[in-house]
């Protein structure tokens, strides 16, 4: 992160989660087409079999995934061993940048300061994006509209393209619902399916019971503010290689000034780049 962003952390203890649809990466959220194509034949099957299923429920899951995009915040991390220059590449912004080292545990732990939401971590899937026949058999009940259905799964799934971030994900979806389903007969319609107004009653889990979805809702937030444990949440603080001087010692400094985090005398909790290493010959 820049630093700013570092700052605003230390000083807030809050961790920002941005909203899907307003990544660069146009996908976020989507499907891959194989999956798709999968979708449409197991609902026309299901109309077929059922008079009632409506029969253009592709296009209302669609619109419900559109929507959802605008109701689900991420805060994204790169899963490694070690350092990667290509991440300070692309976050690195000529030595004017940070790093936090976390683990795992270390994040599910932190977010306990935080009950207002559900907060969902797990590694996300380059795999599933290059999938062709061999994997249509293997179509994922997540995807489809059905019990098991996974709102979320779109969210941990991304191009090969980008395997190189080797991301990890924390996920919190606030979908668009009505408080109390009593309304839904007094409603003129929730959703807006190929420029017709209708009626939908598809449901979706919100906190612990499921309620229907209303996608004419706006989205009212560019991103959310998460309450963090930061002295459970930082293992490190790396600085971006080829800092100067007064950088490191600025991010130095504020680290030591935050009343969140335990500084042990014996131990460097900042750390410059590995790759600021002098070679040798």
């Known amino acids: 992160m820049d630093f700013p962003k570092f700052m605003w952390t230390l000083q807030n203890s809050k961790m920002y989660f941005h909203r899907a649809d307003l990544f660069e990466d146009p996908f976020e959220g989507t499907v891959p087409a194989y999956v798709k194509r999968i979708r449409e034949e197991e609902y026309e099957k299901r109309h077929e079999e059922d008079e009632d299923f409506p029969e253009d429920m592709d296009e209302i899951h669609a619109e419900l995934s559109r929507t959802l995009r605008q109701f689900t915040f991420l805060s994204c991390w790169h899963i490694n061993e070690r350092e990667s220059a290509a991440m300070w590449e692309l976050y690195g912004e000529s ?33 599933i994006y290059k999938g ?14 059905t019990e098991g259905a996974n709102s979320m799964a779109p969210f941990f799934r991304k191009r090969e393209s980008f395997s190189h971030e080797r991301e990890v994900r924390a996920v919190i979806q606030i979908p668009p619902v009505l408080s109390d389903d009593e309304q839904f007969p007094y409603l003129d ?37 998460v309450s963090v444990h930061l002295d459970r949440l930082i293992d490190k603080v790396h600085i971006a290689p080829y800092a100067a001087d007064w950088f490191a010692d600025t991010v130095e400094q504020a680290v030591e000034e935050c009343e969140d985090i335990e500084v042990d005398d014996d131990v460097d909790i900042t750390e410059r780049s590995n790759l600021d290493a002098n070679p040798l010959f």
């Open 95 to 127: 030595g004017k940048a940070i790093a936090l080292k976390t683990t795992i545990g270390g994040l599910i732990n932190a977010f306990d300061a935080h009950p207002d939401h559900d907060i969902h971590i797990g590694k996300v899937d380059y795999d």
């Open 132 to 145: 062709g026949e061999e994997e249509a058999q293997e179509a994922p009940e997540a995807f489809l509209l």
């Open 189 to 225: 319609y929730n959703m807006v399916i190929g420029g017709d107004e209708r009626k939908e009653k598809i449901k979706i889990y919100a906190g612990d019971e499921q309620r229907t979805v209303d996608t004419t809702e706006d989205p009212k937030t560019t991103g959310i503010n």
